[in-house]
């Protein structure tokens, strides 16, 4: 099994930046897939970023290409989503998950998700 541990979400203005931190622990992190997502208050869950279990792979959405960065720190099981220029549209409950299947969509079926961490970003 794996536990993901999400965290240093907040709020921000218009702008603004922050870095998001998702830890994970148990046995099968290193050959996961990880993933970022964000589902805001009314919606669907939305992909945000992948990395593959390799770290070599990256993909982002559209919406946040350019903006947002994702890295994986496997020493520390640990993956980083850096959010700059951020605008009210990205509010949301940012959610981390790792899966064994590449998949980089909103109905991805990732085996295991985190809790979230809540993103606001006010004009």
């Known amino acids: 099994q794996v536990d993901l541990v999400e965290s240093a979400g907040g709020s921000v203005q218009a702008g603004g930046s922050l870095r998001l931190s998702c830890a994970a622990s148990?046995?099968?992190?290193?050959?996961?897939?990880m993933g970022w997502f964000r589902q805001a208050p009314g919606k669907e869950r939305e992909f945000v970023a992948a990395?593959?279990?390799?770290?070599?792979?990256?993909y982002y959405a559209d919406s946040v290409k350019g903006r947002f960065i994702m890295s994986r720190d496997d020493e520390k099981n640990t993956v980083h989503l850096q959010m700059n220029n951020l605008s009210p549209e990205d509010t949301a409950v940012y959610l981390c998950?790792?899966?064994?299947?590449?998949?980089?969509?909103?109905?991805?079926?990732?085996?295991?998700w985190g809790q979230g961490t809540q993103v606001t970003v006010s004009s």
């Open positions: 990395v593959g279990w390799s770290g070599g792979t990256k």
């Open positions: 998950a790792a899966g064994r299947t590449w998949c980089t969509g909103p109905a991805c079926p990732y085996d295991f």
């Open positions: 148990g046995l099968i992190y290193t050959s996961s897939n």
